[in-house]
């Protein structure tokens, strides 16, 4: 029926049906963007530039956001051994540096490692394709900011995550819910639809997934990110394959609340 590979999800493919651009699994929703599976984007030097990962007011804004979603859970931070996994520009890595134990960033690209290592900042930084068996010590909280839906290999990331977990390690993470009104209302606008999102998850499939690995839903969110209008036009830009909007807008410091069908999870290893 379809040459895409087995859904991500781990559902039988046998159940997957097409509509329009998408490949949906029959059981949980979550669905393959066949359109995005066929531009394949590369992360490479230019992938956090492009994106203005290094934009230190879009930077502000999403340590603001980080903020807002830890007070929202309740998570602590306090003494932990935190990782954040696709930490882009790294701008939330100083501030769970100062309330952290030890921090690691995870990220799939050289450039954003040494854009991190040459501010001084000391935290433990790899990358993703060159990750030890085991870290010198297991994990106490994993975050995932817009990064899960990224993960060309769910399985073995979680695997490995697993093996190098706390007892009762948590899991703070957000990202597009394929299940969501907004896609389900705006399709191909969805901004979430995206060269780069290739695997949406719905609710269900990423709740399952992490239950079969021993991590079960500890609270869930609604979670809001805080935008300027330079980010949301970049954004819209640079969904249509136009670029620059971040020096038009450069000086503009309002922001505003804003969720386009995302979903807020905080997960918490069983034992």
Not at 23 to 30: A, P
Not at 219 to 237: C, D, N, T, V
Request: aromatic share 10%; net charge neutral; hydrophobic share 40%.
């Amino acid at each position: 029926m379809t040459t895409a590979p087995p859904l991500l999800c781990e559902h039988p493919q046998d159940r997957a049906v097409r509509k329009s651009h998408r490949l949906v699994c029959g059981v949980c929703g979550s669905f393959w963007d066949l359109e995005s599976r066929a531009a394949h984007v590369e992360y490479d030097a230019s992938y956090p530039a492009e994106r203005g990962h290094f934009d230190p007011h879009v930077g502000a804004l999403k340590v603001r956001t980080l903020r807002h979603w830890i007070a929202k859970t309740t998570l602590s931070l306090d003494g932990k051994r935190i990782c954040e996994v696709g930490f882009g520009g790294g701008t939330c890595l100083p501030f769970l540096a100062e309330r952290a134990g030890r921090v690691i960033g995870i990220e799939t690209n050289q450039a954003a490692i040494d854009h991190v290592r040459a501010t001084g900042l000391d935290v433990d930084l790899l990358l993703a394709d060159r990750l030890p068996t085991r870290l010198d010590a297991a994990v106490d909280l994993w975050l995932f900011q817009d990064s899960f839906e990224h993960l060309p290999d769910p399985s073995a990331f979680v695997a490995w995550m697993r093996d190098n977990s706390a007892p009762h390690a948590e899991i703070l993470m957000v990202l597009p819910r394929a299940d969501s009104a907004s896609e389900w209302v705006l399709g191909r606008y969805w901004p979430h639809k995206l060269s780069d999102h290739e695997f949406h998850w719905s609710r269900a499939g990423l709740t399952d997934f992490f239950a079969r690995r021993g991590f079960s839903v500890r609270r869930e969110f609604y979670p809001l990110k805080f935008a300027s209008p330079q980010m949301i036009l970049a954004h819209g830009l640079h969904k249509l394959g136009i670029d620059g909007a971040r020096e038009w807008l450069g000086r503009v410091r309002l922001s505003v609340p804003l969720n386009f069908g995302e979903q807020g999870l905080v997960l918490e290893r069983r034992g």
